[in-house]
């Protein structure tokens, strides 16, 4: 009977561990609980903008999917969903995101032994490349460059204008001190549409540069490595 006993238990753990659910209670955490302490983990040594992601498709993919705790979580279920994402027009390249932000986080638990397991690790990623782009990326021709920096140029007038208040007060149906009250300028965009065309740079790495970056007597505008890549 301890035999029997014994044997059971094994291949309880062993079940237990196959669905990710071999550390005692792991089976009853909220996932919602454990992406709070993959965050907080990851706050500081990951980008604010990286970590809004995927506590985006992590929360998504969660409510779609209905699962709210580890054991909740299904390989067969996230493959239908990825399915249903691309055959609703979602490029390979989106929907492997997606379904990244689940595993990276459930991949962070089973390393912190929250969990035994990440049962997500079996789901491959979808081929990417240019042959599954649902908008194949490419770049602007001169024509359309010059035309996108007009427009830009124009958006940058109206939006000024707009900011200056410029049509109320000729209306006159405002007081004196309303028309002469300080007003937030508008930061113009052109320019950072012309640098990009213009450097083929990211636009991470233009909007950290500064005035000291910039030589306007040779034309010259250096990136520091800083905030480029390699």
């Not at 965009?189 to 007597?217: C, I, K, M, N, Y």
């Amino acid at each position: 009977r301890i035999a029997e006993r014994t044997l059971a238990e094994i291949i309880r753990q062993r079940d237990l561990a196959l669905a990710g659910l071999g550390i005692e209670g792991s089976g009853t955490l909220t996932l919602a609980g454990i992406l709070d302490r993959y965050l907080a983990a990851k706050a500081g040594a990951a980008k604010p903008d990286r970590l809004d992601t995927v506590r985006r498709d992590f929360l998504r993919i969660a409510a779609t999917l209905g699962w709210q705790q580890v054991r909740d979580v299904n390989p067969d279920a996230a493959l239908d969903y990825r399915r249903r994402r691309v055959a609703a027009g979602t490029s390979h390249r989106t929907a492997n995101v997606e379904i990244n932000a689940v595993r990276a986080v459930l991949r962070w638990a089973a390393r912190s032994r929250i969990i035994a397991a990440n049962v997500l690790d079996c789901v491959t990623p979808l081929p990417i490349g240019r042959g599954h782009e649902t908008r194949p990326r490419r770049p602007l021709t001169e024509d359309e460059a010059i035309r996108f920096l007009e427009a830009a140029e124009a958006l940058d007038r109206e939006s000024e204008a707009y900011r200056a208040a410029e049509r109320t007060i000729a209306s006159g149906t405002k007081s004196k001190a309303w028309e002469e009250r300080a007003r937030l300028p508008h930061v113009p965009q052109a320019p950072l549409f012309r640098a990009l065309l213009l450097t083929a740079a990211r636009v991470g790495e233009l909007v950290s540069a500064t005035w000291a970056d910039l030589d306007e007597g040779a034309g010259l505008l250096t990136l520091r490595a800083s905030t480029t890549k390699s």
